[in-house]
């Protein structure tokens, strides 16, 4: 049976990637010594974050005046990463509540005591669209203004972003990294955990303009940024084979022409299932459409026990992890950049059937 993994994290990966870290698993480089085993201080391995760097400022455009930082702790370690880096003028961000993880990151700021100001929220309607700025952002209070770019719970994205004036943008991309394209300028630090669209659990993408960087004592150093960059992402010993099977993802998608081409294989396969979801009687989808996310499909049919019943009969023709958020429930399908379109097709398929089996 053909297995098509729809989880929203930790994910599909591309399957060439696997193949080559089993070829590669018991002995790295013919050194006898499989990644796991290797130190990070050797040059094997010295070559492999060199090169995911080098990969990712290629493939994000990502200029120069930028550090790329390979962190742990993931989406939530940025959470308190963020606020402790770079709310160091005024002790104050701003946040649009598009979702339970913008949510999370403006508790998480007032956790460290860092004033955390929700501008604007959509939960009301659950969290169906996106927020808009209520006014202009007010100048010179906040030290950012923090996005989550995809609603991974939600099933929204931004496409374009709101009006902030001076004030930096923070974006939470865990789920929508290098699946299409966003323009690394327009941000002051993008972060994202890898396990959806770059590989396994373990490893953190912190982008960041170095001109917001300063020496901040009360930053512990696992989380430091300038710390990070100053000592090229090794402070301490990083997730090695995270890194190495990150480094390997980024090549797959270089190969398959990069995030532009990611970006339409995504939209293809979003906009088959989006055009199913509006033609079907029976499975709805209720984001409003200029806001759907390109990588998180979500959908009911409005009886939470049929909802179960479909993820069920899913998972027994090899369609898993199909269940919705627990905090929405109905279903969700992720299609991040390892999906196949053939995944949509057999996904699109079996609704169909599902559909027709109920009298729809
Ligand atoms: N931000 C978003 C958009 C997410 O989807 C997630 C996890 O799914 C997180 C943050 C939290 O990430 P982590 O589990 O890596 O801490």
Redesign the pocket.
Known sequence: MVVYNFA??PAVMPKPVIQQIQTELPSLNGSGMSIMEISHRSPAFDAIIQQAEARLRHLMAIPDDYAVLFMQ?????Q?AAAPLNLATKHHHIAVLDSGQ?AS?AAAEAKRLGIAADVLATTKPDHYRHLPTMPEALAQDTYDYLHL?L????EGTAYTTLPEHGDTPLVA?M??NICAQRYNVSDFGMIFA?A??NLGP?GV?VVIVKRALLSDVEAVPSALDYTLFDKKNSLYNTPPVFAIYALNLTLGWIEDLGGIDAMEKRNREKSSKLYAFLDRSKLFHNYVEPRDRSLTNVVFNTGDADLDQAVVDAAAAQGLMNLKGHRSVGGLRASLYNAMPLAGVDALIDFLTQFEKEHEY
Do not use: H, L, M, Y
């Not at 995809?150 to 719970?153: A, D, I, L």
């Open positions: 929203a994290g702790g993931g989406g939530t370690g959470f993880w999370r989550c995809n609603n991974t719970v939470d865990s789920s955990g396990q959806k659990a953190t």
